[in-house]
C-alpha cells in the first residue's frame, strides 16, 4: 500500500479515530441486537429502516471490524509513533 505522497500525521491519527469509532459503533450496535434492543439502536444514530436492515442481516459482519483493525494496524505503522 504505498503512496507516492506523504500522509501528514493528524490525517493518519484522524483515520484511526474514525476507523476505532466505527468498530466502536459497530460492536454496540451488535450487542444490542443480539439484546433485541431497537431502541438503543435507534438511539445510536441509526433509522428505523437501518435497524430492520440490520436485524435483518444479523447485524454487522467480524470481517467489517477485522477490515478496520487492519487498516489501523496498518496506519500505526506508516504513522510512526505519534499514530496512537
Not at 459497530?26 to 433509522?47: E, I, P, Q
Amino acid at each position: 500500500m504505498a503512496t507516492k505522497y506523504p500522509i501528514s500525521p493528524d490525517a493518519i491519527r484522524t483515520e484511526i479515530a474514525r476507523l476505532q469509532g466505527a468498530n466502536a459503533l459497530m460492536r454496540a450496535a451488535n450487542k444490542a441486537l443480539a439484546k433485541g434492543d431497537g431502541t438503543a439502536l435507534v438511539d445510536m444514530g441509526f433509522s428505523p429502516e437501518h435497524v430492520d436492515e440490520l436485524q435483518k442481516r444479523g447485524g454487522f459482519r467480524s470481517t467489517s471490524v477485522g477490515n478496520n483493525t487492519r487498516m489501523i494496524t496498518y496506519l500505526r505503522s506508516i504513522g510512526g509513533p505519534h499514530a496512537r
